[in-house]
């Protein structure tokens, strides 16, 4: 049944009049009639019978305005409560994140979360290319995709993209390498390295190959290994360099890693937050959002 149609109904039962329930709905006496003349069709039962000039209730009808009230309070309880959800950050955000990104920021968006009861997020990681993220949006509140600097943004007619950071990609080289005590390493100097890529499409092998289309150097590449603590790993052992990113780069003591920026060269990826069109009309997904920027703002001040 219409819900407006059952309103309608209910108007008419507590007012006692046609015009009076008019008034209280602004619109027209004509129109009151109409709207309970089509809920009468609807139910297949006479809902209302002359009684002098006017109208009043049958005894279906009187059944039918209790079920109203016991309906439209439900749903003005549903409604409420939905505006809970838009007011204040609770509920479920279901987000999906790059590995990477995933080691520099979930650990403190986590306990960020943390701070608001209601607020649930469920994380799952994906190995994402660029053209995978409109995908992934169906599924996911927020995806946390990134891309080449270089790169074709991605479709904002249908998705809200909000920047988190533009993050510089590195060489990284072994702690003996020869270039190992430079502040920053001219791509020339690296033409004879054995590099460790990911595979074709991720954004980093975009980077890679970006670099060659501006400067000529053609990298050699040896092994493509999209899981960047194996990379670190291979490259401290001295089996060939790699671009990988600044702020989750493992450059500690003892790690035997060094982390280099390319002298002349921009050379980054772009992390973004990408959720469908509107979606940050919802309390809990703005929230999440916000936090994920400020974590953003703490790791990059520090």
């Known amino acids: 049944m219409d819900l407006g149609r059952l309103r309608t109904l209910r108007e008419f039962a507590d007012r006692g009049s046609v015009t009076a329930a008019a008034r209280a709905l602004h619109c027209t006496p004509s129109a009151v009639s109409q ?46 409560e939905l505006d809970t959800y838009r007011s204040a950050p609770r509920g479920r955000v279901r987000l999906a994140i790059f590995q990477t990104a995933g080691l520099m920021l979930l ?37 946390v995709a990134h891309r080449d600097e270089h790169a074709p943004e991605f479709d904002s007619s249908r998705l809200e993209v909000v920047p988190l950071l533009r993050e510089p990609l590195d060489v990284a080289l ?8 430079q502040r920053r390493v001219e791509l020339a100097e690296l033409a004879d390295e054995r590099w460790l890529s990911v595979d074709l499409g991720f954004p980093v092998d975009d980077v890679l190959r970006s670099l060659t289309v501006r400067t000529g150097v053609r990298p050699v590449v040896v092994q493509r290994i999209n899981d960047f603590r194996i990379t670190e790993r291979l490259v401290a052992a001295g089996h060939g360099i790699a671009l990988l990113p600044r702020y989750t780069m493992d450059t500690r003591r003892g790690s035997g890693l060094v982390g280099r920026p390319l002298a002349g060269i921009r050379a980054a990826r772009l992390v973004e937050a990408v959720c469908r069109t509107g979606a940050r009309q919802r309390a809990a997904v703005a929230q999440v959002i916000d936090e994920l920027r400020a974590e953003v703002a703490q790791l990059t001040a520090s």
């Open 35 to 80: 709207q309970l003349r089509a809920l009468q069709s609807e139910v297949g039962l006479p809902l209302t019978e002359p009684a002098g000039r006017g109208l009043r209730l049958t005894d279906a009808g009187r059944a039918l305005v209790a079920r109203a009230d016991e309906v439209l309070a439900a749903l003005e309880r549903a409604e409420s």
């Open 107 to 143: 650990p403190g968006l986590l306990s960020r979360v943390a701070g608001y009861d209601g607020l649930e997020i469920d994380v799952r990681d994906v190995d994402m290319t660029p053209p995978e993220v409109p995908g992934l949006v169906a599924d996911y509140d927020i995806v």
């Open 174 to 181: 072994p702690a003996g390498h020869r270039l190992a005590n």
